[in-house]
């Protein structure tokens, strides 16, 4: 069983920066592959960027990649989303998941079997 909780979400201009953290509780973080999914008003969740188990893979959304930067912490059992140049765009709930046992990072979240309860990120024009 793993419990993840996001911090770091709130009202931003556009342009500026957010770091989102998801602090991870179980013993499968260090052999889990993390991911950032986000869902906006009125759309689908998608998939933001992913992390292998070691930190040496990391994987993005088109729509994020040069803006956003995922990492994380085996030590403290925390992904975060470091995210900058914000648009109006990004505004959503993020969420962070989990996904034991697995090598790759995956971009559908159905693969991923543990979720936060997301952290709102508002992005202002």
């Known amino acids: 069983q793993v419990q993840l909780v996001e911090s770091g979400g709130g009202l931003v201009q556009a342009g500026g920066s957010l770091r989102l953290s998801c602090g991870a509780s179980g013993r499968t973080f260090n052999w889990s592959a993390m991911g950032w999914f986000r869902q906006g008003p009125g759309k689908e969740r998608e998939f933001v960027a992913g992390?292998?188990?070691?930190?040496?893979?990391?994987a993005y959304a088109d729509s994020v990649k040069g803006r956003f930067t995922i990492s994380r912490d085996n030590a403290k059992s925390t992904v975060y989303l470091q995210m900058n140049t914000l648009k109006p765009e990004d505004t959503a709930v993020y969420y962070c998941?989990?996904?034991?046992?697995?090598?790759?990072?995956?971009?559908?979240?159905?693969?991923?079997?543990?979720w936060g309860q997301g952290t709102q990120v508002t992005v202002s024009s």
């Open positions: 998941a989990a996904d034991p046992g697995s090598f790759r990072v995956r971009v559908s979240a159905r693969e991923y079997d543990y």
């Open positions: 992390i292998t188990p070691s930190g040496g893979i990391t």
